[in-house]
């Protein structure tokens, strides 16, 4: 079964600074997809940065990049050059590469601190 | 930039009563989708619908549970005798195709009394 871990309920950062999120999963299958998903108060969940398991190289979107160790089955998010907005929940996923259905981790939540 | 809809924000009924929530995905999207987070859990996958039909479900949508598409822009989930447990937000998602990212919706907070 696919489960998705994420071991910090809480986080925060000084704004300006660099904070890495941690996500570990379980699976079985060679094709998947791992995903980020960050939630504002309030808010949509939106799509961070997304991961094909079959790429080496680790996704990176402007300020945000991850850390996909395959063989340890982890998928770390580190947010650079933090900003006030950075302060969300931030959810770990994962999907098979042809199924429909999201496995979530718990969340982190992210605190931002001017 | 388009976004997916869900109505109600909020939606309070008692035990025993029928709800249906509502989406409206993004327009050029083929894959609909169903979540629910109870409060302090994760969110879990309930459904999809693709075509028309449900493509894949989970452990939790059994048959208190429902989905269609009644026109050519609504998603509906209809939870059938609403028990105290089914209080969640439950989130309606959609994609352009199976590969694709899915964009969610702002979400539907049922409590049941």
């Known amino acids: 079964a696919q489960t998705v871990t994420q071991s910090q309920p809480e986080m925060s950062v000084q704004e300006a600074e660099t904070v890495t999120l941690s996500c570990t999963y379980d699976t079985s299958e060679s094709d998947y997809y791992l995903f980020w998903y960050k939630q504002p108060p309030s808010r949509q969940m939106i799509l961070v940065i997304r991961q094909e398991a079959y790429k080496q190289q680790n996704a990176t979107e402007n300020r945000f990049s991850v850390n996909f160790q395959k063989a340890a089955k982890s998928f770390s998010l580190k947010i650079s050059d933090s900003q006030l907005g950075d302060a969300a929940m931030y959810f770990c996923a994962y999907r098979k590469g042809t199924g429909n259905q999201f496995y979530f981790g718990t969340g982190t939540s992210l605190t931002v601190i001017p | ?113």
Request: negative net charge.
């Open chain 2, 1 to 113: 930039e388009p976004e997916v809809t869900q109505t109600p924000s909020h939606q309070v009924t008692q035990m025993g009563q029928e709800v249906i929530l509502r989406c409206v995905p993004i327009s050029n999207h083929l894959y609909f989708y169903w979540y629910r987070q109870i409060l302090g859990q994760k969110v879990e996958f309930l459904v999809s619908f693709y075509n028309n039909e449900i493509s894949e479900k989970s452990e939790i949508f059994d048959d208190q549970f429902s989905v269609e598409r009644p026109d050519g822009s609504n998603f509906t989930l209809k939870i059938r005798s609403t028990k105290l447990e089914d209080s969640a937000m439950y989130f309606c998602a959609s994609s352009e195709g199976l590969r694709y990212e899915q964009y969610f919706g702002p979400g539907t907070r049922l409590t049941v009394t």
